[in-house]
């Protein structure tokens, strides 16, 4: 059996689940029904920050498979909210690793941590760690409106191979916000009640530019890892953009499933490409914190690029 390249597995899949659009989100009104191992008790959570469904406490981890067999994991967290020059933020983290068969042959994985303004639901600076069987990258990105600036280090592991570093600051369009895989994610589920809406979104992912094209689909059940959802089908086509920002012909359509409900949880994603079918689904869920929020600390820098509290 030939097995995947490296990452392609588990990134395009981590860019399936993070892709979105935009809309005011709703609180969740009652635990889902999916897997949890939260234990606290209380009648509701606490209410998300504007203009992104992503809530500080929440974590979930979704299995990544192709053909039947496991490839992959896939688990993203959600620290509880912080403020930073006066501003509330979100640190979100996440981890993709190799798993199965596979692992024995690639220990591939990533970690990625972002800093997404709560108010403004986008992303201020996002890390990633990229390991592959030849190299370790780097990423450190900056966002600012117009423009994103990257700071580039590869560091091989193999004899022989050089190492690279680059730093670069790319220009986009000024009128379109910019996302990362965290804050894309946030997007989408806020957007999910609109069936029939359509919209573009651009996501940096490494130090590559995306056009993604989404449309909310429809309502429709859909099982994941052995459970039924009622879930609400986003479908979306995905450019890369040159660095005259024009989509390149070459595009990747995609499918996510949320659940149909106010929390507008991600439960399943399908990836198809010309030789393969790539499938996440969700395995557990902890829900949001029920709690009151506390006045909110300064934000810490993460003591390694992505980490789990």
């Known amino acids: 059996m030939k097995r995947p390249s490296a990452l392609r597995s ?8 993070a892709t979105g659009c935009y809309q005011e989100p709703k ?6 029904p999916a897997p949890s191992t939260s234990t606290e008790a209380a009648e509701a959570p606490a209410l998300p920050v504007s203009q992104t469904a992503l809530w500080g406490g929440e974590k979930l981890i979704a299995e990544v498979s192709t053909s039947g067999v496991t490839v992959g994991r896939y688990e993203l967290w959600v620290e509880r909210p912080c403020v930073e020059a006066g501003r509330p933020m979100l640190r979100v983290g996440s981890r993709a690793e190799r ?15 972002s800093l997404i303004d709560a108010q403004e639901g986008v992303p201020v600076s996002s890390r990633a760690q990229v390991e592959s069987e030849r190299d370790i990258k780097l990423f450190d990105v900056r966002y600012t409106p117009g423009s994103f600036q990257y700071r580039f280090d590869r560091r091989p592991k193999i004899p022989g191979r050089l190492p690279y570093y680059s730093e670069k600051d790319r220009r986009t369009p000024e009128h379109v916000p910019l996302h990362d895989i965290h804050s894309a994610l946030g997007r989408v589920r806020a957007h999910a009640d609109e069936i029939g809406w359509r919209g573009v979104l651009l996501v940096v992912f490494g130090r590559t530019l995306y056009q993604i094209d989404v449309e909310v689909a429809a309502r429709e059940e859909v099982e994941a890892a052995g459970t039924s ?9 995905a450019r890369r953009l040159n660095y005259r920002n024009t989509p390149l012909k070459r595009q990747q359509g995609f499918s996510l499933w949320v659940s149909d409900e106010p929390i507008h949880l991600p439960v399943r994603a399908q990836l198809d490409t010309n030789k393969r079918v790539l499938v996440a689904e969700l395995l557990d869920y902890v829900e949001p914190a029920r709690t009151p929020q506390p006045q909110l600390a ?3 820098a993460p003591d390694e690029v992505a980490r789990s509290e």
């Open 27 to 32: 609180p969740p009104a009652l635990p889902v």
């Open 298 to 300: 300064p934000c810490q």
């Open 229 to 237: 959802y009622k879930a609400i089908r986003i479908d979306g086509v």
């Open 10 to 17: 588990l990134l395009g899949l981590a860019l399936v689940v």
């Open 99 to 113: 798993t199965g068969v596979y692992a024995a042959f690639d220990d591939s994985g990533a970690v990625a941590s």
